[in-house]
């Protein structure tokens, strides 16, 4: 069982940036995929960035390609995204996840309740 602790989110007006941590418990961390989706007001749960356990690999929605950084510390049970170059339609309640290596909700078992990031124009 892994339980999923989302921070980090807020404010912010387009062009800025938030960093978003997602905090795990259990001692399994490594052993999952980690990824992060967004789900906007009556729309669908969608995929943003996905990380590998080890860090090696990376995948990326086409949306958020070279605004947004995924990345993970195995040591604190951590995984971050730093969202540079915000824009409106960034705004959503971001959710991370552990699960396998995915761009779909399926690859996930585990999720948090989701940070709710704003961003004005």
């Known amino acids: 069982q892994v339980q999923l602790v989302e921070s980090g989110g807020g404010s912010v007006q387009a062009g800025g940036s938030l960093r978003l941590s997602c905090a795990a418990s259990?001692?399994?961390?490594?052993?999952?995929?980690m990824g992060w989706f967004r789900q906007a007001t009556g729309k669908e749960r969608d995929f943003v960035a996905v990380?590998?356990?080890?860090?090696?690999?990376?995948y990326y929605a086409d949306s958020v390609k070279g605004r947004f950084t995924i990345s993970r510390d195995n040591a604190k049970n951590t995984v971050y995204l730093q969202m540079n170059s915000l824009k409106p339609e960034d705004a959503a309640v971001y959710y991370c996840a552990a699960g396998a290596y995915g761009s779909t909700t399926r690859n996930y078992d585990y999720w948090g309740q989701g940070t709710q990031v704003t961003v004005s124009s």
């Open positions: 259990g001692r399994t961390f490594s052993r999952y995929a």
């Open positions: 990380i590998s356990r080890d860090s090696r690999y990376t």
